[in-house]
């Protein structure tokens, strides 16, 4: 994605090239934000402010993914511009997932894609419209039905995705994102914890209060199969999780890639909750078998759906409302506020999950 435009002081490389298609996308009825206008002029030119403190002076994390503002109804969307060279079943898969009846399946978990936009002069490229999410794991998990409803979503979506014959190849912890339900305040794209306008922390409820969906997103190396293919067999590519056993015992064998997801997914489970919040001991034994070092002995998504609904029905009312800890809120302060919260979950009969 380098732009051979002009450069910018303020801008990075990959940020001028957005900017370079600012006015094709606000005639496709997308509009990025004024820091991406070519005609912009930074909010703290000729004052005492500093950049990191004004909204349009943080920088976009990601070269390939930029939020924009859908002009038609002010929704916030999230674009992200794909070399189809590179990923030539991107596009196919994630509508397959948007057509109907798919589409409609609450069991479908993947990301909705509203348009797919042909980059000018770039015929290698395409630019994705999905809705704008955010990091599945901030803010914190606060009592195990909360933790009991993410994990419910995300086996139901895998599950689902097998199910239909596409195995993600990477459904690892950073391409698991949830929506904004929670949120009271619209939060900045680069900077979550922050509100859109960069003045105050983004004020939010708890899960509890108002429950998330969550999402897989990026299918870039997602493969579909024939519904006859009961064994498929690919070469191993490498996601964002580098600790796949079977890559690890050959990466010149091929390998099935449905039980590699189980791996990724029970792996993704143990570093969110397990690795990190007490009170989620009962998760344990599920994904040490998801994560089996020989992938023909770990379940499948149909038993690992199956065996969590067993686990989850033994959970009482009172177990799911108890808390789930995080390592980094284990103060006298952090205990007496789940308290306070859940007894007026309690009284407002605030269902558990």
């Known amino acids: 994605m380098a732009s051979t435009s002009v450069a910018h002081p303020h801008l990075s490389e990959y940020e001028i090239w957005w900017r370079d298609h600012y006015n094709f996308l606000n005639e496709k009825g997308y509009k990025l934000r004024s820091r991406y206008s070519p005609d912009w002029v930074p909010s703290w030119t000729n004052t005492n402010k500093a950049d990191i403190n004004c909204e349009d002076g943080i920088v976009s994390p990601r070269y390939h993914l930029l939020d924009a503002q859908r002009t038609r109804d002010g929704a916030r969307v999230s674009l992200k511009c794909i070399d189809v060279s590179r990923h030539p079943y991107e596009i196919e898969i994630g509508r397959y997932f948007c057509s109907s009846p798919l589409g409609e399946d609450p069991a479908n978990h993947c990301v909705p894609i509203y348009d797919v936009l042909e980059v000018p002069n770039a015929s290698h490229r395409m630019i994705l419209v999905m809705p704008l999410l955010r990091n599945a794991t901030d803010p914190y998990f606060d009592t195990v039905g909360e933790v009991v409803d993410c994990i419910h979503q995300l086996f ?20 698991i994102l949830m929506d904004g339900s929670m949120f009271i305040d619209q939060w900045h794209p680069s900077e979550q914890y922050m509100s859109e306008d960069l003045k105050r922390a983004a004020r939010h409820r708890t899960r509890m209060q108002s429950p998330p969906r969550y999402y897989y997103i990026d299918f870039g190396i997602s493969r579909k199969y024939d519904a006859s293919n009961t064994n498929p067999m690919e070469l191993p590519i490498y996601g964002g999780d580098k600790g796949v056993p079977e890559f690890a015992e050959d990466s010149r064998r091929p390998w099935n890639p449905f039980p590699t997801d189980v791996w990724y997914l029970g792996h993704a489970i143990q570093e969110t909750f397990l690795d990190r919040y007490s009170g989620v001991e009962f998760l344990s034994s599920l994904v040490s078998d998801m994560m089996h070092s020989d992938p023909v002995q770990r379940p499948n998504m149909d038993d690992v759906f199956s065996r969590f609904q067993v686990l989850r029905q033994g959970l009482s009312n009172w177990k799911l409302r108890s808390r789930v800890a995080h390592d980094d809120e284990r103060s006298l302060f952090d205990f007496l506020a789940h308290w306070g919260r859940r007894i007026q979950y309690i009284v407002r009969r605030i269902p558990p999950t």
């Open 156 to 175: 139901e979506g895998l599950r689902f995705m097998h199910k239909h014959h596409v195995a993600h190849r990477d459904c690892m912890q950073l391409n």
